[in-house]
C-alpha cells in the first residue's frame, strides 16, 4: 500500500493545513526570497510578486480547449486547482526582452550588462513546467558558450512545485512522461489536498525552508489521496503523442499534403512559440541612443513563425507558412531528439489552448505520420 | 564570468578594395592577450560588430598560421556590410569568435582536392586555396573551378594565374557573360565538372557558393563517381548569436554555427535542396 509506495518512500512527506501556508511565505520571506507565484490577471492564471499565502486564488479551475483558455470559480477552497496560465517558467529564466551588452563608440569599448537578481522563490510550479526547465537548462547552459543571464536567473531560484490533481482537456504530459506527479528537478514538492498540503523537501536547498514549517504527520488516507490524485489526472488526458521512434518519421514526410492543410488554418501569429515553454529561439538587434555615441544589444523572444526569423537579406529561407509550420513541428518533435536526447514538447497543451484558430499539434502530427503517404 | 555574447574591439589595420562591392579587411585586437590567444581553422567564421549598427556572419580568410592578424573580405549586401565598406585602417570594429567547424584539412590530406565556386561569395574557399597552396606537399592534385555571373565580377584575377602556374593544379573559369578579354569558359561552372580528369576515389570536393550552384555540383560529382562523404560544402542561414542559442540558421537538427558552416554532404543530405530547411 501507499506508504511502502516508492514514490511516497521517495518524498516522505509531512501535512500542512491551509492555514499554515502563510508560514511557508513567512519562512521564504525570512531567508530573503522575493515570491512570485500564481495571480489571475486578465482572465488568466499569471506569475506575479505575491507577499502572502491569501493573494493566492481560491477555487479557481480552468476550461482549456483548443483555441480556448477560460478561468472557473467554484465553491472549494483550493489555490492549486487550475493547471496552467499562459506563461511557466520560460519568462522567468529567459528574458522576454533584455540588454546583453552596451557600446561606446569612442573610445571603442563593449560593456556586459548583467541582469539585476534576486533571489527569488516561485510557489506552484507544475511537472510539465520543470521537464520544460531542465530542456531549457541544456539549451543555454550546457554547451560550451553557456549563457550568463539565463545562469544568474536560473541559479536566483528556489522552485516550489505542485502535483497536478486534475488535467485540463489539452493536457498530454501522461504522454511525454512529464507528468502530472513531480518528478524531479524541483527543490520543495506539495500535493494538495481538500484539508491542505503535503509538502517535502527535494533538494538540499528545499530543505532549509522545510525545516522551519513545524510539519504535521501525513496520514495514510492522505498519502493515498496524493497517489491517486496524480493517477486519475493522468487517466483523465484526452490527448497523447506518437511514441519517440515515430516522431523521427516526420523528417521522411516533409512534403505530406497534410502541411497544406494546416497552412490554410495558420496564422503565422506566434502564439504558439510565445506560449510554449521551451521554444528558445531569440533574435538580438542594436538599439542607438540619440546621441550616436552609445548603443546596446537588445535580445527578444523571436519565433520560427516570424517573416524575419528565416532572413538572409535578399530572400527567406522559410517564405511560406507551410514551411514554418513545418519547421517549428518537425523541429519540435524530431530535430530535438538529436539535439538534446528527447523531444521538445512537455505535453503542456498551451500551444492548442493559446492558438486563435485551435490548431492541435497532436492531431497535425498524427495525419502528418499516417500511414501510405510517406515521401520517396 | 566569460560572456560570449560580449565583443572584443579590434582595430583595422589595412583595407582593401577588391572591386567595387568586395572590400578585405585586416584586422587585429587591442588586447593583445586576445590576439595571442585567437587560434581557427579555414573555413570558420567571426561575428563582426559595427557600431551602433549591428553584428554580422564574416568567414576568416586568411591562413591560421598568420598570428598577428586575421582577413574578412566582406561583400556590400546590406545595412551592416555596406556601413563596415565605409571603415578605415584605424577605425574600430568589434568581434566574437571564430565559431563553427572549418573545413576537414586534416582529414583530407594526401586526397586530390577539387574546389568549386560559384558566385561572388567564394571567401570561404579563397582561404583553403591559400592554406593548401602553402602546404601544397601535403596534398594531391588541386582543380579549382570558379564561376561568376558577369567576367567583371572575378576578383584576385593575378592570384588565379600564379595559383594555376603551380605543379598539378589546374584553374578553370566559367562566366554566365564572358566578356572579349575573357578567357575562361561561357557557362556554369558546373559545367567543368565534366571536363575534369577527375580520380574519384582519391578525389575530395569542397563546395562554396549559391545552394542551386552547389547541389547542381554535387549531383554531377556523385555521378562521375565521387563518393557522398567526400562532399563537403560551407552553408549560409541567418546566423545571430555564433553559440547555437538563437535558433535561426537550424537545418533539420543541426545548427550552421555549430555542426557547420561546413557540412559532409552525408550529414544533410535530407535536408539539403529541400525547400524550407
Ligand atoms: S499554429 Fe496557431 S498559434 Fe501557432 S502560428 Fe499558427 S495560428 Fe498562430
Ligand atoms: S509544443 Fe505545445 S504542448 Fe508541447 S511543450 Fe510546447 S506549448 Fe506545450
Known amino acids: 500500500m501507499n506508504s511502502q509506495d516508492p514514490q511516497v518512500v521517495s518524498r516522505r512527506p509531512g501535512f500542512l493545513t491551509r492555514d499554515a501556508l502563510e508560514k511557508l511565505f513567512i519562512v521564504l520571506s525570512q531567508l530573503g526570497y522575493q515570491i512570485l507565484g500564481p495571480v489571475v490577471r486578465d482572465g488568466a492564471i499569471q506569475f506575479d510578486t505575491l507577499s502572502a499565502a491569501d493573494q493566492l486564488p481560491r477555487g479557481v479551475s480552468n476550461d482549456q480547449q483548443p483555441g480556448h483558455y477560460r478561468l472557473e470559480q467554484g465553491e472549494n477552497q483550493r489555490q492549486f486547482d487550475w493547471n496552467h496560465g499562459p506563461q511557466g517558467l520560460k519568462p522567468v529564466c529567459f528574458s522576454p526582452r533584455e540588454v546583453l551588452w552596451a557600446e561606446q563608440s569612442n573610445p571603442p569599448v563593449f560593456n556586459p550588462v548583467p541582469p539585476n537578481i534576486e533571489p527569488t522563490a516561485v510557489v506552484g510550479v507544475r511537472a510539465c513546467d520543470l521537464a520544460a526547465l531542465a530542456i531549457q537548462d541544456r539549451h543555454f547552459l550546457s554547451g560550451s558558450d553557456p549563457d550568463p543571464h539565463y545562469r544568474q536567473r536560473r541559479e536566483s531560484l528556489l522552485l516550489i512545485g505542485v502535483d497536478c490533481a486534475r488535467s485540463a482537456a489539452t493536457c498530454f504530459c501522461a504522454s511525454t512522461g512529464d507528468g502530472p506527479a513531480l518528478d524531479g528537478g524541483y527543490d520543495i514538492g506539495m500535493a494538495e489536498l481538500d484539508e491542505g498540503f503535503l509538502i517535502w523537501r527535494e533538494s538540499d536547498k528545499g530543505r532549509t525552508v522545510i525545516d522551519q514549517l513545524d510539519l504535521l504527520p501525513a496520514s495514510d488516507a492522505q498519502l493515498e489521496t496524493m497517489l491517486q490524485s496524480t493517477t486519475q489526472a493522468s487517466l483523465a488526458q484526452q490527448r497523447n503523442l506518437p511514441d519517440c521512434d515515430e516522431l523521427l518519421l516526420l523528417y521522411k514526410r516533409l512534403e505530406h499534403a497534410h502541411w497544406d492543410n494546416v497552412a490554410e488554418r495558420c496564422l503565422s501569429c506566434g502564439n504558439c512559440t510565445a506560449v510554449c515553454p521551451t521554444c528558445f529561439c531569440y533574435e538580438a538587434s542594436h538599439e542607438m541612443s540619440l546621441d550616436g555615441e552609445t548603443a546596446q544589444m537588445v535580445r527578444q523572444w523571436d519565433s520560427c513563425f516570424s517573416a524575419t526569423h528565416s532572413s538572409m537579406g535578399q530572400y527567406q529561407v522559410r517564405p511560406t507558412v507551410k514551411q514554418r509550420y513545418r519547421q517549428w513541428l518537425t523541429h519540435k518533435l524530431a530535430g530535438w531528439q538529436s539535439q538534446q536526447g528527447r523531444i521538445g514538447c512537455t505535453g503542456c497543451g498551451r500551444c492548442i489552448a493559446w492558438c486563435p484558430v485551435g490548431i492541435d499539434l497532436t492531431a497535425e502530427t498524427v495525419a502528418v505520420l499516417e500511414e501510405g503517404s510517406l515521401d520517396v | ?277
Open chain 2, 1 to 277: 564570468m566569460f560572456d560570449p555574447h560580449v565583443p572584443h574591439v579590434a582595430v583595422i589595420d589595412q583595407r582593401v578594395q577588391e572591386s567595387p562591392t568586395i572590400f578585405t579587411l585586416r584586422l587585429q585586437y587591442e588586447d593583445t592577450r586576445v590576439q595571442d590567444a585567437f587560434e581557427f581553422d579555414p573555413g570558420q567564421f567571426n561575428m563582426v560588430t559595427l557600431f551602433g549598427i549591428g553584428e554580422i556572419a564574416i568567414s576568416i580568410v586568411n591562413d591560421p598560421l598568420d598570428s598577428h592578424f586575421f582577413d574578412h573580405t566582406i561583400r556590400v549586401v546590406g545595412r551592416v556590410s555596406e556601413g563596415m565598406s565605409k571603415l578605415q585602417p584605424g577605425d574600430h570594429v568589434g568581434i566574437r569568435g571564430p565559431f563553427g567547424r572549418g573545413w576537414p584539412m586534416e582529414q583530407i590530406k594526401g586526397r586530390d582536392i577539387l574546389l568549386i565556386t560559384g558566385g561572388l561569395g567564394c571567401a570561404p574557399l579563397v582561404s583553403v586555396i591559400r592554406y593548401l597552396m602553402r602546404r601544397r606537399d601535403d596534398y594531391g592534385r588541386i582543380s579549382i573551378l570558379q564561376g561568376v555571373k558577369h567576367a567583371d565580377d572575378l576578383i584576385w584575377k593575378e592570384q588565379y594565374s600564379v595559383w594555376s602556374a603551380e605543379k598539378d593544379v589546374r584553374v578553370l573559369l566559367a562566366a554566365d557573360v564572358a566578356t572579349q578579354s575573357w578567357q575562361g569558359q561561357q557557362g556554369m561552372v558546373t559545367e567543368l565538372i565534366a571536363q575534369l580528369p577527375l580520380r574519384p576515389q582519391r578525389t575530395v570536393a569542397l563546395l562554396c557558393g549559391p545552394e542551386l550552384m552547389m547541389l547542381a555540383a554535387v549531383a554531377n560529382l556523385r555521378e562521375k563517381g565521387v563518393q557522398d562523404g567526400d562532399i563537403w560544402f560551407s552553408m549560409e542561414r541567418n546566423m545571430q548569436c555564433g553559440i547555437g542559442q538563437c535558433g535561426h540558421c537550424q537545418i533539420g537538427p543541426k545548427t550552421v554555427c555549430q555542426d557547420g558552416p561546413v557540412f559532409c554532404y552525408d550529414e544533410l543530405a535530407d535536408f539539403f535542396g529541400a525547400k524550407g530547411f
